[in-house]
Structure formats: structure tokens, C-alpha cells
């Protein structure tokens, strides 16, 4: 058995800077358990620009972004073990991983901070009918056979799903010699982030149909083509609408789903619309010691965004490790009226700190303003310009509002057209 | 005339609406910041764009390290700068910032690695 | 090449009688048109192994599915391939239904099957909390048991190869000559020549056979859609869960898998071609609106993967099981549609016993083993058990699939294992990564990296199931 007083479960962005920040505040024993063979996390498929510019005040590759903190990683004396993978995080902090150098390892750990990341979903999900041939991949799958491992895997491409990674690979298959037919996306909005439709679609004539969907896979070895149609209001494929269009290759980008088993082993609480833990403002799940940042804890667009949250979480874990985190009185957050959700799903009003709510809409609003409310009193009103389900936003909980709270109190988050 | 246009400098992608005269800009409304005004008019004059793709390695972890392009590069030579980095192949080990192609297509722009790769 | 027997397919059928064949001082041959075994109707049905109270008393299938049932037990033992034993309930949702229950219970007795009874709501309720408010009784069949079927013949075809059988991939027969007491069979892999030749060729069993000109054989392919749910949704039902059969089949099931997910379908549809296994709109939202009625809880938002399977119907409703008309020494085991998986021991030891009776007594093998060792399964290991095998071996410590739980060394081990996996869906058959809930997203890459470092071939000569279902072009630069 080893001691630790701080296991990190991930290796990439959240988990690095949750580790850092817990150092930084003077935890002594921090190690991070990472399954890859690097650290960096899916910020090492991830070689075009956009990353940073919040955090680092500049525009950053993901490898050149994941590069920075790794350097930091690697100036303390946080230990590091890659292409090991966790297990199992028992009751009582003791954390089980593998690798195929030390064997079968365990850590007790005083604290724990869960930074697993997300995962794509897959076509199952989808229930696409037609044929199963090689050729259909998520758009991450194919991200890592271009950008890590060199291979094109395919040359006449359909894209459905206009989240970022669908967008960003429409322009990478086509930068390396590919033609993308099309991308697809069921909503009537994009999933993906403006600047991503104008320099990944509109700047190679890559056409975006919304509202639009894959209603059939052909082919019997190799895909060979696609049936689309446009769908309803209810999403449904409608009749008459079917186009065929020959490609070989098909690739998903239909949502992230948090990656919270070993979460749910641990009986850590999971929030239904995130797929993540439920967390209070310092990040602590409802299991004592335990923590969550980063897409383990809600999918998130920017990663200046998980860096951020993954250090409230490593100094949540260290006052946690030092015996400094007091109890508190918690009142729940709800999002209502467009807003799908929010996190952290409980909060201190003993809090003596602003704080910020992270929200996510779940349709396009123009014009419209974002209200916090608690017990009929509107706490805050702001106008935004435009509110998108792609985006995330937040609002500030400063102190004064919290001590006009009660144990029964709850913070509303909404959409006010 | 007015052209309507997204902002890419940032995630933000804040709409941006163009008076354009000829091709001189008038003026740009709805940037939110001055990297806005910029791209606005740089759009219209002669639209850029950075690159980032890979280049072979030889002796790496990996069979290829991503790059980047220094500074933007006019729309239009995107295709160009491509074929002359496919044409490299660069030996590991290679660190972050390393230049792969300097001064690529004489645009005064350099092709620099944005991962390391210390080789098998 | 020249064998005693050739077997056509490399179903379930076909690798049971080969496994049976390898019995005796028998050289036998296994030809699979596909890049590996069980890539038929064998790796797309409802995995389970019937009661055997649904055949009609006197057929070869209700013969075949109650000592079927039996040998199971046998087989699986000696295989090491789990068989977990769940029973099974046919549901009624109308007093008339109910009425249909009491015809299958006198058809099951009178087929010989233990432990038959119907349960009224009440008790039913309590056997499966789940399920539907509309239904009211329900047909208990307690020796009703679930099996992965592709695990059964990949085994099953290793057990073969070990006792000497040879398994020969990629192999279509074209053409079948007969001159002086001997079959010459042209093949996608050369000629190959054998004294006796087995068609367990499955939807192109009627092909097959008629390739010797033995017309009779006249296969409808009924073709059925499923889907698989997550592992978090396999204990909605406890029971193989029936609805009362229609003209087409037994119904829309829902089912728990032996490796803990929850299966629903199949619909059923006659369709021409017998190697269209695409899924249709039409199927998949037929047997949704179906499960539901049986366990309402049952919901696609937990759907990990969808696809469909071709039973191979026979115009007679029955096996066709035995020598052909036109040549004693060619046998037919076609029209194997359910309860073929569970029939299939027992289809494999009349098979034997036929060749044995035509060649007049076959010598048994002094030497043949019985038993396929267990794979390494890491994800069922005791913790202790798990550190004592990674000293042993460094690559069970690398997690390749992280859904699953598999390990690098496992996936090794099923490259090399006897037939072993050539390709990513036949890793993904025996070691089961890529079967979880991210379905090989990201997996996939490193299950290609090591099949090629393994076969010693280039990453891009990879395939997802052989063919030209290649799943990486060239080099990107």
C-alpha cells in the first residue's frame, strides 16, 4: 500500500491542474494516475488552435496547452504514473489501478479527485438502421488515427454532429486530402462554436444541413454510403425527405457523455442531466474526501473553463487534507425555464466567497436574460446577446447574497425572454 | 455595402456587421474587442488563417508530431503550405516550438512542432 | 488438400460437429467463407437455450432441443464458456393468451421438459418486478437457460483445432464434383478433396446443397433485428422473457446476456438476400414498442448497440438433418433456425453418428481432449488473483478496453489461441473489448495497433471483420 495524501484519477488538463493546485497549497504527497502513456489527456489528439486564450491570454494547440502544465507537473515532486489505469476508488480512499510495469498498485489516499474526462457516443446510441460495415467511427476515434497515428481513415466523408470535434475533423480530413461531403446535425442549431462553422465549414465550402439527420448506413464491407432526411420538430425523420449520398467514411459527433464508472462503484451521486457527480462549490461530491472536476463533472467546450474548476477542486481537496474544510449549511441550485442545468448542484451559504454557477441552455436564445432568483427575490438579471446550448455560461453568487439565504433556501437559475 | 461576418479570434464569435466601400472598410460594429475590429478588416482585405496540421517523424514515439504556423496565412495558400509541409519529414527528437519549415512559401511565416516527441 | 470430411460453415452447427468429428482418427476440414467463425446468424441471435417446449412433439426440433438442453451442460463444462441457467417466462396479456399458455405447457410435457407451470399475475410479479401492468399469467420454464452462442463456437472450433481439425478462413465453396467416391471442392482457397462433406452453410444451406444438385432444401431467411443495453439495465429482468409466439417465431424477447446486458428482439421479416444484415427503421422500433409491453422500464436511451441476424427458415418448419438424397455421403444440417443454438450439441452428435454409421465405425482418438482452458478473465478476477497473474505476465496489466476491462494480454492470448482472432471485431468476439458501452471508441485504435504488431502486418491492413472492411487507408503523409 502506498500514502498519498492526494490521489488524482486522470492525467489530463483537469486532473494536472487539480494536482497543481493542491501542491501549490501545500499538500505534500499528490500523485496522478493517468491510463494513457502520456500525460495531457485528449488534449494530445487535439493539435489545432483555440485553447488558452482565457487562461493564458493567448491562442494554444492542445499539446502546446497540456505541454505547459505537464512542465509544471514535472518541476514538483508530484509522482506520475501513466498508462495506468484505476480500477477501483474503494470506501475508505483506497484507490486499485494497474499497469504492466508495477503490477497491481494501491494507493490510500486521504483525499481523492476524480478527473476521468468523457467519452464520445457511439453509433449504438443512435440506433441508425442499415448495415454495420468498418468505415462508421466516432469523430475522436478518427481524430487520434490522423493526428496520432498518421492514417487517413477514409477519403469521402460524411460528418453527423456539429459539436466542435465535428467541425474541427471536417477540416482536418479536408486539410489532409479528404472530401467532406456534408456534416449533419439533427438540431436546428449547431451544436459547435461559430467561429468553428465560419473556419472549419465556410472557409472549404463544406455545406451544414440542420435539422438533418442519418437515417441509414450502406454497405457491406466498407461503408459505401449514407441514406439522410430531413426531420421534424419532434426529431423524427420525415418521409420523402431521404437523399443518398455515397461516402466511405461516417463520422459521429453526437455528444460526450461524462465518464463516471468508476464514479458509480464508488458511490459517488450522480446528477441525471450532467451524467456527472453532484458536487458543491468546492467541488466535493456527496462522498466525503472525494472530488470531481473537469468532463468527468459536466462536458465542457472550453478547457480554460476545466482548468479553472479543477482548481477550486484541488484547493477544495487540500483544505479537505488539512482538516480546514468546516461543515456548512447547503442549499441546492436548479436551473428552470431554458436552463438545462447547473453546477455545482449544491452550495455553502456559510460561504464567505464569490462564487460562480456554470450553466447550459438547452435551446438558442436571443436577446434574452439570464435571472437568479432565490425564495421569489431576483438576485441577478443580465441581458446576453445570444444563448446557445453549446455554450457554457455562469453567473456570480457574491456573499451578500448568500446571507440572505436560509437552509431551505434554493438558487434558481433561468432563461427570461 | 455591409457584410455580415463571425468573429474567429476567439471562441466568443461575436457577429460583426462590415460597411464596406469598394474594398475599403467603413467601418466594423459588434466586435466586442479590438482583436475583433482587426479580423474584420483583414477579412475583407485579405482573409488569413493559422495552420495547424502534422509532419512526418522519423525515430518518434508517434509517426507524426503536430505543427502550427507561426502567424496567419493568406486563405487562399492554405492548400499550398500543405503539400510543402507533407513534403518534410522531420528526425525525432523534437520539442515544442522547434521550426520544421521556416519561412514557408516565402510568407514569412514558420512552421513550428507543438508537441515533443523524445523518439522511441 | 485432401480430408475424410469437409464441413461447409462455421456456425455453431458446423464448429460442434467438427468438435465432434475430432473425436475420432478423422481428418477433417472446418471452411468458413468469412475471416472467421461465427459470422452468421450465429453472432446475431437471442443467445438463448431453450426450454424446448415451443417445438411441435415429434420433429427434430423438439427431439433435438431436449437432449440439445442436456449436452449443454456438458459442453459448456468442458469448453469453459458460461451457461448460466435463468429460466424462462412466456408471457400472456389476454385471457385468450392465457389460454395459448396452456397448449405450449401440454406440448412442453409431452416433449419431455422439466418443471413446466403457469403462474398467475401474482406470482409472476414477484419473479419479474418489471413487468407490465397488461400482463396476466405467464408459462415458467425453470431449465430455460442463456449461453453467448459466438463464445460457444469460437471455443468450440478451438477445441476442434487442438484435437487436430483444421479451420480454414476465407474459404467460399463454388463448386462440388463427385467422381470415383470422392468430393472435389473448389474453393475461394483452392481444391480441396474429401470422402464426406457436411452442409452447415446456414441461410445458403439450399446453395450449398445444390451444388451437389440436391434441390430439396428451400430456406426462407427470416431476418431479425435487436438491440443490446448497457450492463446498467440487466437486471430489468431476471427471466428469458417471451411474449406468446406468433406464425413468425417465438415474439419479441427481452432477455438478460450472460455478460450482464439486456437483449431485445428480435422482429422477425422474410427478406431475399441472406447476407443483407442491415437493421431497418421499420424492425428496431417494432421490437421497441414490443419490450415495452413486457418490461416497460426497458428504454433506448440505454441502447449501446443495435443489429440483426438471418435465421435460416426451412419451408418444411423443420431441421433437415441427414444424408442427402443425391449423395448418402454428402449431409445436410440445414434449416438450423431456432431452437438451433440450443439443439446444436445435439445436432452435432447425430451428425457424428451419421458419418460414423456410413464409414462403418469410426477409430476414437486415444489422445483427444475434451476440454478448452478457460481464457484469462481479468474483469472477474478477486484482486489477489489479478497481482498474482500480472507477475506472471507484465501485459495483463495494461487495460486496452476500458468499459470492459480487458486487458492487452487477453487480446494477445486471443490472437494466438488455436483459429484465433484476424481481425478487430473477432478480438472484440473473444475477449469482449469494444463490447462495452463506448463501443470500441477508444479502444479500437489500440486493438488495431496490436493485432497488426501481433500478425505482423501494417496498421492500415487491419480489418474490422475481414473482406475489404478495412478500416484505415494510408498514411496520412
Redesign the interface.
Given at each position: 500500500m502506498l500514502n498519498y495524501d492526494l490521489v488524482v484519477v486522470g492525467g489530463g488538463p483537469a486532473g494536472m491542474a487539480a494536482a497543481l493546485k493542491a501542491k501549490e497549497e501545500g499538500v505534500e504527497k499528490v500523485v496522478i494516475l493517468e491510463?494513457a502513456?502520456t500525460l495531457g489527456g485528449i488534449l494530445?489528439q487535439c493539435?489545432?488552435?483555440?485553447f488558452g486564450?482565457h487562461y493564458f491570454g493567448e491562442?494554444?494547440?492542445g499539446?502546446?496547452y497540456a505541454?505547459r502544465f505537464i512542465e509544471q507537473v514535472e518541476n514538483t515532486d508530484i509522482d506520475v504514473y501513466t498508462?495506468t489505469?484505476v480500477?477501483n476508488v474503494s470506501d475508505s480512499n483506497v484507490v486499485?489501478a494497474?499497469?504492466?510495469?508495477?503490477?497491481?498498485l494501491q494507493f490510500q489516499a486521504i483525499a481523492v479527485v476524480l478527473a476521468m474526462g468523457c467519452?464520445?457516443r457511439?453509433?449504438?446510441?443512435l440506433?441508425i438502421?442499415?448495415?454495420?460495415?468498418?468505415?462508421i467511427?466516432?469523430a475522436?476515434?478518427a481524430q487520434?488515427?490522423?493526428?496520432?497515428?498518421?492514417?487517413?481513415?477514409?477519403?469521402k466523408v460524411v460528418i453527423l454532429g456539429s459539436g466542435d470535434i465535428g467541425l474541427i475533423m471536417a477540416r482536418?480530413m479536408t486539410?489532409?486530402g479528404a472530401e467532406v461531403k456534408v456534416v449533419c446535425e439533427l438540431m436546428p442549431y449547431s451544436g459547435g462554436?461559430?467561429?468553428n462553422?465560419?473556419?472549419c465549414l465556410d472557409?472549404f465550402g463544406i455545406p451544414l444541413r440542420l435539422s438533418c439527420t442519418v437515417?441509414?448506413?450502406?454497405g457491406?464491407?466498407?461503408l459505401e454510403g449514407i441514406t439522410i432526411a430531413n426531420v421534424d420538430e419532434r426529431l423524427k425523420p420525415i418521409p420523402g425527405t431521404e437523399e443518398y449520398i455515397e461516402c466511405d467514411t461516417l463520422l459521429l459527433s453526437v455528444g460526450l457523455i461524462p465518464?463516471n464508472?468508476l464514479s458509480k462503484d464508488a458511490g459517488v451521486d450522480l446528477d441525471m442531466i450532467t451524467n456527472g457527480p453532484v458536487v458543491d462549490e468546492y467541488r466535493e461530491t456527496l462522498r466525503p474526501g472525494v472530488f470531481a472536476c473537469g468532463n468527468v463533472l459536466q462536458v465542457h467546450?472550453?478547457v480554460d473553463y476545466v482548468t479553472e474548476e479543477s482548481q477550486i477542486a484541488g484547493k477544495g481537496a487540500a483544505d479537505y487534507i488539512f482538516g480546514k474544510k468546516k461543515g456548512g449549511t447547503f442549499i441546492n441550485t436548479k436551473g428552470i425555464n431554458g436552463v438545462r442545468y447547473v453546477v455545482p448542484q449544491r452550495v455553502n451559504i456559510e460561504g464567505e466567497k464569490k462564487l460562480k454557477l456554470y450553466f447550459r441552455v438547452g435551446q438558442v436564445f436571443k436577446g434574452a436574460r439570464v435571472v437568479v432568483e432565490c425564495d421569489g427575490e431576483v438576485l441577478s438579471s443580465r441581458k446576453k446577446?445570444k444563448l446557445a446550448p453549446g455554450e457554457m455560461e455562469n453567473v456570480v453568487i457574491t456573499p451578500e447574497m448568500l446571507k440572505k439565504m436560509n437552509k431551505d433556501s434554493e438558487i434558481i437559475v433561468r432563461v427570461e425572454e | 455595402m455591409i457584410k455580415n461576418l463571425i468573429c474567429v479570434a476567439c471562441p466568443l464569435g461575436c457577429p460583426i456587421e462590415v460597411e464596406v466601400d469598394g474594398t475599403q472598410v467603413v467601418s466594423v460594429k459588434g466586435n466586442t474587442c479590438k482583436r475583433g475590429d482587426e479580423y474584420a478588416r483583414t477579412e475583407i482585405t485579405n482573409p488569413v488563417r493559422s495552420l495547424t496540421t502534422s509532419v512526418k517523424l522519423e525515430g518518434g514515439m508517434h509517426p507524426v508530431v503536430p505543427v502550427k504556423s507561426s502567424g496567419a496565412i493568406p486563405k487562399d495558400k492554405m492548400f499550398q503550405c500543405m503539400e510543402a509541409i507533407n513534403s518534410v519529414t522531420i528526425k525525432a527528437p523534437v520539442k515544442i516550438g522547434d521550426v520544421v519549415v521556416e519561412n514557408i512559401l516565402g510568407l514569412g511565416v514558420d512552421i513550428v512542432a507543438t508537441n515533443c516527441d523524445s523518439g522511441k | 488438400m485432401e480430408y475424410d470430411v469437409a464441413v461447409i460453415g462455421a456456425g455453431v452447427v458446423g464448429s460442434l460437429i467438427t468438435r465432434e468429428l475430432s473425436r475420432y482418427n478423422v481428418k477433417t476440414a472446418l471452411l468458413e467463407r468469412c475471416n472467421d467463425c461465427a459470422m452468421g446468424a450465429t453472432k446475431a441471435n437471442s443467445a438463448i437455450v431453450h426450454a424446448g417446449f415451443d417445438a411441435v412433439p415429434g420433429t427434430l426440433k423438439a427431439k433435438l432441443n431436449v437432449r440439445g438442453v442436456e449436452l449443454m451442460k456438458t459442453f459448456c463444462k468442458e469448453l469453459n464458456v458460461p451457461l448460466q441457467n435463468n429460466g424462462a417466462l412466456v408471457v400472456a396479456f389476454s385471457e385468450g393468451e392465457k389460454a395459448h399458455l396452456e397448449k405450449l405447457l401440454d406440448r412442453g410435457v409431452r416433449n419431455g421438459v422439466p418443471g413446466l407451470y403457469v403462474a398467475d399475475r401474482e406470482e409472476l410479479v414477484k419473479l419479474e418486478p418489471n413487468i407490465g401492468d397488461t400482463a396476466v399469467a405467464a408459462l415458467v420454464a425453470p431449465t430455460s437457460s442463456i449461453v453467448c452462442p459466438y463464445e460457444l463456437t469460437i471455443a468450440g472450433v478451438e477445441n476442434a483445432v487442438t484435437n487436430g481439425a483444421e479451420f480454414i478462413r476465407n474459404c467460399q465453396v463454388t463448386a462440388i464434383d463427385y467422381t470415383d467416391g470422392e468430393f472435389t471442392l473448389a474453393t475461394t482457397q483452392g481444391e480441396i478433396k474429401a470422402d464426406y462433406v457436411i452442409n452447415a452453410a446456414g441461410v445458403h444451406s439450399g446453395e450449398v446443397a445444390a451444388l451437389i444438385g440436391d434441390n430439396s432444401i428451400e430456406i426462407v431467411v427470416r431476418h431479425g433485428d435487436y438491440y443490446l443495453l448497457d450492463k446498467s439495465q440487466g437486471t430489468l429482468a431476471s427471466h428469458t422473457i417471451f411474449q406468446c409466439p406468433t406464425e413468425m417465431g417465438k415474439g419479441v424477447l427481452v432477455s438478460p446476456t450472460v455478460d450482464g446486458n439486456l437483449i431485445v428482439g428480435p422482429s422477425a421479416e422474410d427478406i431475399d438476400d441472406g447476407d443483407d444484415v442491415a437493421t431497418t427503421e421499420f424492425g428496431l422500433d417494432k421490437i421497441y414498442t414490443m419490450a415495452i409491453k413486457s418490461v416497460p422500464k426497458v428504454s433506448l436511451r440505454n441502447a449501446i448497440t443495435s443489429f440483426s441476424g438471418n435465421r435460416a427458415h426451412p419451408t418444411t418448419d423443420d431441421f433437415i438433418i441427414g444424408s442427402s438424397a443425391v449423395n448418402e455421403k454428402f449431409i445436410n444440417a440445414a434449416g438450423i433456425e431456432s431452437p438451433g443454438l440450443s439443439s446444436a450439441p445435439a445436432i452435432a452428435e447425430m451428425v457424428a453418428g451419421i458419418v460414423n454409421d456410413l464409414a462403418g465405425g469410426l477409430e476414437r482418438k486415444a489422445d483427444f481432449n475434451p476440454v478448452r482452458p478457460e481464457p484469462v478473465r481479468f474483469r472477474h478476477m478477486s484482486t489477489e488473483e489479478r497481482a498474482e497473474l500480472i507477475n506472471k505476465n507484465k501485459a495483463y496489466g495494461r487495460i486496452v478496453c476500458r468499459c470492459e476491462t480487458i486487458t492487452e494480454g487477453e487480446i494477445v492470448d486471443a490472437i494466438h489461441a488455436p483459429a484465433g482472432a484476424r481481425d478487430v471485431d473477432g478480438v472484440k468476439r473473444r475477449t469482449r473489448a469494444g463490447m462495452g458501452r463506448c463501443q470500441g471508441g477508444f479502444c479500437g485504435s489500440k486493438v488495431v495497433e496490436i493485432l497488426a504488431r501481433e500478425l505482423g502486418v501494417s496498421m492500415n491492413e487491419i480489418t474490422k471483420f475481414g473482406g475489404e472492411s478495412r478500416i484505415m487507408y494510408d498514411r496520412t503523409k
Open positions: 491510463r502513456e494530445e493539435i489545432h488552435t483555440g486564450l491562442e494554444l494547440s499539446p502546446e505541454g498508462d489505469m480500477l486499485t494497474v499497469n504492466n510495469k508495477d503490477g497491481l467519452r464520445e457511439p453509433r449504438g446510441a440506433s438502421a442499415g448495415s454495420r460495415p468498418a468505415g467511427m466516432t475522436g476515434t487520434k488515427y490522423v493526428n496520432i497515428d498518421g492514417y487517413m481513415p477514409g477519403k482536418r486539410l489532409e462554436l461559430q467561429r462553422i465560419v473556419q472557409d437515417v441509414k448506413t450502406h457491406k464491407d466498407r465518464e464508472e467546450d472550453l446577446v | - | -
